[in-house]
């Protein structure tokens, strides 16, 4: 079955400053690769998604790449600011199959 | 995006008694929905695959007559967590996936925090 690895587990970054956050796949055949972002206290909202006929995709401040080759996928957000600080999941499906989440990654945006 | 809404967001029940979980998608039709059982500072876990008319299917270790699943219509679902125990105590989460035309895609409620006493 799917298994999807994030790093790193936590970040700290100054506002201001990049953030990015990886995640590989083992599952050639998934196709769809969500982010979410998790807020204390909070269910998991999407933030960004991308599909695999599509190597990248951005939004506002959020970008996320996809590298079918290497199975790896990340979400980069720019200009961070301390409303982005939260814990962020990626993850990985077939079209029918069960959605697979990756550990997580804490980041924290210091002022 | 999509909505999905969960009641309540928090309880707290003596042990021994069940509490009822609701799950609704506000703006779509799901066909299946999904019930998620999170640690603190842990990823989610699913404990079942609810899908509309028919029974759940659950997960390995995931006892199906403690956590009774109900998805009786394309917009709602319910986890009733049967006599309860400080064990089960946790933070539940119901996602719900909407098969758009350009294939589906997961949203989640915002959770539900079970303290047993």
């Known amino acids: 079955g799917e298994n999807v690895e994030q790093h790193p587990s936590t970040l700290s970054v100054q506002e201001g400053d990049s953030a990015v956050i990886k995640c590989t796949y083992s599952d050639s055949a998934s196709n769809y690769f969500p982010w979410y972002k998790q807020e204390l206290g909070k269910g998991p909202q999407l933030i960004i998604d991308i599909r695999s006929n599509v190597g990248e995709k951005k939004d506002q401040r959020i970008a996320v790449t996809l590298n079918k080759t290497a199975k790896h996928f990340s979400l980069h957000i720019t200009e961070t600011q301390p409303e982005d600080s939260a814990v962020y999941f990626c993850?990985?499906?077939?079209?029918?199959?069960?959605?697979?989440f990756g550990p997580g990654t804490r980041l924290s945006v210091l002022p | 995006g999509a909505v999905v809404s969960q009641h309540p967001s928090w309880v707290i029940c003596k042990s021994g008694t069940s509490v009822k979980i609701e799950c609704r998608s506000l703006d779509f039709q799901a066909t299946t929905m999904f019930w998620y059982r999170q640690f603190p500072k842990q990823s989610l876990m699913l404990m079942a695959t609810s899908n509309e008319g028919s029974k759940a299917t659950y997960e390995q270790g995931v006892e199906k007559d403690k956590f009774l699943i109900n998805h009786a219509s394309l917009t709602l679902s319910t986890l009733t967590v049967t006599s309860a125990h400080p064990e089960d105590s946790s933070f539940y989460i119901c996602?719900?996936?909407?098969?758009?035309?350009?294939?589906?895609?997961?949203?989640f409620g915002s959770g539900t925090q079970l303290s047993v006493l």
């Open positions: 993850a990985a499906n077939n079209y029918g199959q069960n959605f697979v």
């Open positions: 996602s719900a996936s909407d098969s758009g035309t350009v294939g589906e895609k997961l949203f």
